[in-house]
């Protein structure tokens, strides 16, 4: 054998073993994609000047067309598969009604403390670097177009005491609200949230049934539904580096780099903050959890890479899920019960970034938010980001339902929208970690409980 044939055959041997491991895992199919889809997004952006601007949003909208039917292939079993997860989940601990409490008072523990630290930490970094005064008035007034910088607004908003007892007022009619009176409406309009009560209600009333062997149906139903759900879940799993490559091109074929570059103090602020959000989440995890942090941020990466590419926490609970159980050392019947709600109501992440926004805004349009003010804003974030949608774009909607409540003109929101979808993809990167960092620090709790 001659050396050329030599060396030819070494290559195809490691494209071979390329290949293989490339086939077997996911994080690695991730990671090409969204690499590619960079480059490609940088070909088709406005600053390569290579294509029409028309041109390349058309081809930004072919190339995530896998994306757009992975992410419609999640939402169509999303519900059954929430709502079965859950049931199932409760279901399994039935013999444990005790531990059962003892998980669920330990998420929303886990769940409040995070959040709120999370909204405090965001309103402490916007105060402190302040990115919104590094905006040029000018430059913020052409982009809003005609929209004012400084508006009567402000004058006319309500005071801290009667905002304070406007929300005092609202709280039951809030509270009754959660209780959802027509489950399939709420599925119909995709309210997470009510659909995960609805669940905790049936697997309630399974777990305090003192006569379970009549409801073994209705369990089979259940199973069957999350069976099906989670095949159709591993048949778009297939297509996820697809998804990933076109999503990630059609994003900077649309901004570009120049419009991250112009808003470099604003990302950073958010960014900064997400970071230190995830070093408190692997501190948790050595000090409650009683795992390495780079064992778990390796464990977890794979999950990380599919929801900072989707920017939806929904999206990738059905693969939290099995490295909850495969690598996080989680009963299955408990990442069952956890992943699904903790994906639903643990939005630590959405809550740092719009304390952010909120502030970076304000600060845009020359409004000075007063100590009550953002302490207001503080716990209405925590609440809203609570049971928030895990989907692209939803905290947009609850950012620009605040700023008008606490009368800020609206000018810098058009710089938070340029960027939104970057962040989002950052911020939901970051709220999965927290889920399964919860799910790792239950079951440790919950095992160590047992052992005593």
Known sequence: MTETMRRRAQYRRLAFRLESWMRTRLWAQVMAGLVLGVLTGLLLGPEAGLIPRDTAELIGGWLALPGSIFLSLIKMVLMPLVLSSIVLGLA???????????????????????????????????????????????????????APLVSDATE??????????????????????????????????NEMLAIVIFGLFLGAAYVSSTNKTRLDPLLGVFEGLLEVSMTVVRWAMYITPYAVFGLTAQLLARLGLGSLAALG???????????????????????????????????????????FSTSSSAAVMPLSIRIAVEKLGAPPSMASFVIPLAATVNMAGTALYQAVAVIFVAQVAGVTLAPGEIAIIVLTLVASSIGAPGAPGVSIAILSGLIASFGIPPAGLVFVLGVDRFLDMARTSVNVTGDLAATRILAVSTHRKNED
Request: hydrophobic share 55%; charged share 10%.
């Open 92 to 146: 399994a601990s039935a013999s444990d009604p005790a531990g059962l409490r003892a998980s669920g008072t330990r998420l929303a523990g886990f769940v409040g403390v995070t959040t709120l630290a999370a909204a405090l930490l965001g309103a402490t970094l916007g105060l402190t670097i302040a990115p919104g005064t590094l905006i040029d008035p000018a430059t913020a007034e052409a982009v809003a177009g005609d």
């Open 156 to 189: 006319e908003a309500p005071a801290n005491n009667d905002r304070l007892g406007e929300i005092i007022q609202t709280a039951p009619d809030l509270i009754v609200g959660l209780v959802p009176d027509n489950p399939l409406a709420s599925a119909v309009q």
């Open 265 to 307: 103090a604003y990302v950073g602020t958010v960014l900064i903050g997400l970071a230190i959000l995830l070093i408190l989440y692997l501190a948790l995890v050595a000090l409650l959890g009683r795992m390495n942090p780079l064992k778990f941020q390796s464990a977890v990466g794979e999950a990380q890479l599919l929801a």
